[in-house]
């Protein structure tokens, strides 16, 4: 088993790089592995919890069946399914980046670092992965 | 009432979150508000023109995700009678021939695209 550190930077609704961060981590979760993911900048809104999913006028569905993802769900997911792997998925996101963006509600579970704690996680980490907005 | 044209080329920026592509959506939505506005697929998003693609498939822990579906988003913009068209030579340089893209769609030559254009009022480069 080893430990991974992920960073992403992208912020949500914005970037293919967000569902690759999010397959990243659950396939490192899936295999075993635990991960340090670390939000920085746009991507601390990721486990914003007042993102809400809503109908979709164009595609001519409802709120249920448009089925509208929030990357706050998945966020939600991936701790419990780390927990259900018995691994250690920590979800921290970068505290003054919160706090530009007024994104302080999360969702259970993520937690408040700094970019010291990044490094903190890196130095502890078999792998570390930064992916940058591009 | 001015004519817009929408020029994508960007592409796949954030379908999985979204479900949809934000500027063909953002297209559609005008012409259901009254808007005169057609699509120009160019770059990447020359793929968004292509039959049979398929997002379905993708979770995370136990939240699995739609996904977008591209093909019914561009013939629902077809339906519309939103004129959508894609770079000929895009599509050629990324081995996408006719019979593969989605019926209604228009290629223009990427020499073509300037008199296009100069039939549009307002462009949307997206």
Same mark, same amino acid.
């Given at each position: 088993?080893?430990?991974?550190?992920?960073?992403?930077?992208?912020?949500?609704?914005?970037?293919?790089?967000?569902?690759?961060?999010?397959?990243?981590?659950?396939?490192?979760?899936?295999?075993?592995?635990?991960?340090?993911?670390?939000?920085?900048?746009?991507?601390?809104?990721?486990?914003?919890?007042?993102?809400?999913?809503?109908?979709?006028?164009?595609?001519?569905?409802?709120?249920?069946?448009?089925?509208?993802?929030?990357?706050?769900?998945?966020?939600?997911?991936?701790?419990?399914?780390?927990?259900?792997?018995?691994?250690?998925?920590?979800?921290?996101?970068?505290?003054?980046?919160?706090?530009?963006?007024?994104?302080?509600?999360?969702?259970?579970?993520?937690?408040?670092?700094?970019?010291?704690?990044?490094?903190?996680?890196?130095?502890?980490?078999?792998?570390?992965?930064?992916?940058?907005?591009? | 009432?001015?004519?817009?044209?929408?020029?994508?080329?960007?592409?796949?920026?954030?379908?999985?979150?979204?479900?949809?592509?934000?500027?063909?959506?953002?297209?559609?939505?005008?012409?259901?508000?009254?808007? &005169?506005?057609? *699509?120009? /697929?160019?770059?990447? @998003?020359?793929?968004? !023109?292509?039959? +049979?693609?398929? $997002?379905?498939? %993708?979770?995370?822990?136990?939240?699995?995700?739609?996904?977008?579906?591209?093909?019914?988003?561009?013939?629902?913009?077809? &339906?519309?009678? *939103?004129? /959508?068209?894609?770079? @000929?030579?895009?599509? !050629?340089?990324? +081995?996408?021939? $006719?019979?593969? %893209?989605?019926?209604?769609?228009?290629?223009?030559?990427?020499?073509?695209?300037?008199?296009?254009?100069?039939?549009?009022?307002?462009?949307?480069?997206?």
């Amino acid at each position: 088993m080893a430990t991974i550190t992920i960073g992403i930077m992208d912020p949500p609704y914005e970037s293919a790089n967000t569902p690759t961060a999010f397959r990243l981590v659950e396939a490192a979760i899936r295999k075993g592995h635990n991960v340090n993911v670390f939000c920085y900048e746009g991507a601390t809104a990721l486990g914003f919890a007042g993102q809400k999913p809503h109908a979709n006028a164009v595609h001519g569905l409802s709120l249920e069946e448009e089925d509208h993802p929030n990357p706050k769900e998945w966020v939600k997911s991936l701790l419990t399914f780390a927990g259900e792997k018995k691994v250690k998925l920590v979800w921290c996101n970068c505290g003054m980046c919160v706090d530009e963006r007024g994104v302080e509600n999360q969702v259970e579970g993520v937690c408040r670092g700094s970019p010291v704690d990044a490094w903190k996680y890196s130095e502890a980490s078999d792998g570390v992965l930064l992916i940058g907005t591009e | 009432m001015a004519k817009y044209l929408s020029i994508i080329d960007s592409s796949y920026r954030a379908t999985i979150e979204e479900q949809d592509d934000t500027a063909v959506w953002f297209t559609h939505a005008m012409k259901n508000g009254g808007a &005169d506005v057609s *699509i120009l /697929l160019r770059g990447d @998003a020359v793929n968004y !023109a292509v039959s +049979g693609q398929d $997002a379905k498939g %993708l979770r995370f822990g136990a939240r699995t995700v739609k996904g977008p579906d591209m093909v019914r988003d561009i013939q629902a913009v077809i &339906d519309k009678k *939103i004129s /959508l068209y894609a770079v @000929a030579d895009d599509l !050629a340089e990324r +081995g996408i021939p $006719a019979s593969r %893209l989605i019926p209604g769609v228009e290629q223009v030559q990427r020499s073509a695209i300037a008199r296009l254009i100069e039939t549009h009022d307002r462009v949307l480069s997206w």
